[in-house]
């Protein structure tokens, strides 16, 4: 059976448009796709291989725990789900997990968990959900009702109820939108999907407050900046608030199917037998890969060195745009970062993608204005060197195309 890039558009519902390109193999910050190209990875999966693809250590791991134990189901448990929850309670000082196979899993547990726990203790009407605009919390009915882009919910209603979604930083809003009604608060402390939009302190303690003033329960979405990516284990460690619940995947086992919610013993309690299930989530073998994780990239000097890689990218990036004035600003945290163009090229964040691709570099997007960049945590310096080359390169004929 032969299989090509054109295969995509013959079997596959088009949920996706990939680029066109038919990827094989992959090896650190380099992908290789079935023409013997070579392109070098900025988007690590979308911030998910976080150590590079197909790390040697990960395979190990993998062909180990592929002769012992793969999956039973949770009719029983096994000794690397309760390691890794193990791992993350005593990492986090969180009291207790439960483990899914994706964030949007992650989320829809989360909110489930915080609509039942206003339920049980304070009745029916404490149902009240407070969101914000541009935020993205996946792609599920309940999880993407409550992300605040309509561009992906709507067209799928009756969506579920009760859902408000505010300006991001705003607190005059949030203030005004809180009550006793209100079940819970839920937030990216970095908008990934929205722009890499970094929440401030003063908004973060507002929602704190207000959380507990209102008994009602601070959800962080921790999905995309959780497990290294913001130079913390987690990026409410950066902030002055620890939210109730928090939601984390993606790099949690460099490319295998995991998310997770880590929460309190009091918040945990509204959970029990049959409230709430996953056939395949904490898996023995996705956990034996994520024990693995948390060891390596909680450490303190693996984080240093990410800040000190997120420095030097970034310089790179600022030294780039004062040459060719693209960018109004750079922001971000750690190796989550956003290019966001000025107004000339407003709107053209796609074009720019592809004219890096066609350099044979490879980036994200994040809405019409922003560029995306989340490479491994462990990218090299050299390549880090050689992807500014390239984008030098892209850059130029970017602004070239813009001139004609």
Known sequence: M??????????????????????????????????????????????????????????????????????????FTNNKTLELASKLVALTGYDKVFFVNSGAEANEAALKLARHTAFLDYGAEKNEIISFTNSFHGRTLFSVSVGGQDKYSDGFGPKPASITHLPFNDIEALEKAVSDKTCCIMLEPVQGEGGIITATDEFLKKARELCDKHNALLIFDEVQTGVGRTGTFYAYEQTPVKPDILTTAKGLASGLPIGAILTSDKIASHF?????????????????????????????????????????????????????????????????IGCVLNEKYHGQSGRLQKCCADEKLLTLVAGANVLRLTPALNIRKSVIAKSLKLMDKAFADFVKLNEQ
Do not use: W
């Not at 999966?45 to 040697?56: D, E, R, S």
């Not at 190990?60 to 189901?73: D, N, R």
């Not at 395949?280 to 240093?304: H, M």
């Open 272 to 336: 029990g037998p049959g409230t709430h299930g996953s056939t395949f989530g904490g898996n023995a073998l996705a956990c034996a890969v994520g024990s693995y994780i948390v060891t390596k990239v909680s450490n303190p000097k693996f984080l240093k060195k990410v800040q000190e890689r997120s420095e030097l990218l970034r310089q790179g990036l600022a030294e780039l745009n004062d040459k060719y004035h693209l960018f109004e600003t750079i922001r971000g945290k750690g190796l989550l």
């Open 2 to 75: 032969k299989i090509t890039r054109k295969t995509f558009d013959e079997v596959m519902i088009p949920c996706y448009k990939p680029m066109d390109m038919l990827m094989v193999k992959a090896h650190g910050s380099y992908m290789y796709d079935d023409r013997g190209e070579r392109y070098l990875d900025l988007t690590a999966g979308i911030a998910v291989n976080c150590l590079g693809h197909t790390p040697n250590n990960v395979q190990k791991i993998i062909k180990k725990q592929c002769q012992e134990l793969i999956h039973i189901s949770n009719i």
